[in-house]
């Protein structure tokens, strides 16, 4: 089963964290938003990493459906 990240903007502080992290997948402009969902290992790997150091936990992992 495939993993999608989703953004709490309301948590968010703005740190910028993720986006170092995860610059494909991450922006931050006052907050953070998802600019989309990670299509390779690499970046599925970063993005984990991202929701890991979060200071406020405001990135979240969700199962995704595969589309079948």
């Known amino acids: 089963m495939a993993v999608g990240y989703a953004v709490d903007a309301e948590r968010c502080l703005g740190c910028g964290s993720c986006a170092i992290l995860a610059p494909e997948v991450f922006a931050v402009v006052r907050r953070v ?9 690499p970046e599925a790997t ?3 990493a991202a929701a890991l150091v979060c200071p406020t936990q405001a990135i979240a992992a969700e199962p995704r459906d595969g589309g079948a």
């Open 33 to 41: 938003r998802l600019v989309r969902q990670p299509v390779t290992a």
């Open 46 to 48: 970063a993005c984990a």
